[in-house]
């Protein structure tokens, strides 16, 4: 049975860093990262291939946001930098079996989900 556990949200300052982990057990031929804030809809920041380890990236985490794999130990992470209040949300792992040339970034194509970790930033 897939499944997805997230974990390594929490609070932290602006400028800080996190590191968000997710566990997986499945096969998967996209994950990645998506956050959610109350009223509005979710949204991918990051994304990747186990296969081929290709990813992207949404625009306003692009240099301060690292996604990676560990298939030996089936995790994927999200090193998070330069930390913003505006990154504040739920962070939620996706993952779908659906193969594609690349890894689209938008969270309808993704039916696999974790449970969520919440990520706080102050100024």
């Known amino acids: 049975q897939e499944q997805l556990v997230e974990s390594g949200g929490g609070s932290v300052q602006a400028g800080g860093s996190l590191r968000l982990s997710c566990k997986f057990d499945?096969?998967?031929?996209?994950m990645g990262w998506f956050r959610q804030t109350p009223g509005k809809e979710r949204e991918g920041v990051s994304v990747i291939n186990p296969g081929d380890g290709s990813t992207d990236y949404e625009d306003s985490v692009k240099g301060r946001f690292t996604i990676s794999q560990d298939n030996a130990r089936k995790t994927i992470y999200l090193e998070m930098s330069s930390l913003k209040p505006e990154d504040t949300a739920m962070y939620y792992c996706?993952?779908?079996?659906?193969?594609?040339?690349?890894?689209?970034?938008?969270?309808?194509?993704?039916?696999?989900w974790g449970q969520g970790t919440q990520v706080t930033v102050s100024t």
């Open positions: 996706g993952a779908t079996r659906v193969g594609w040339k690349s890894c689209p970034t938008a969270s309808p194509w993704y039916n696999y």
């Open positions: 499945g096969h998967f031929a996209c």
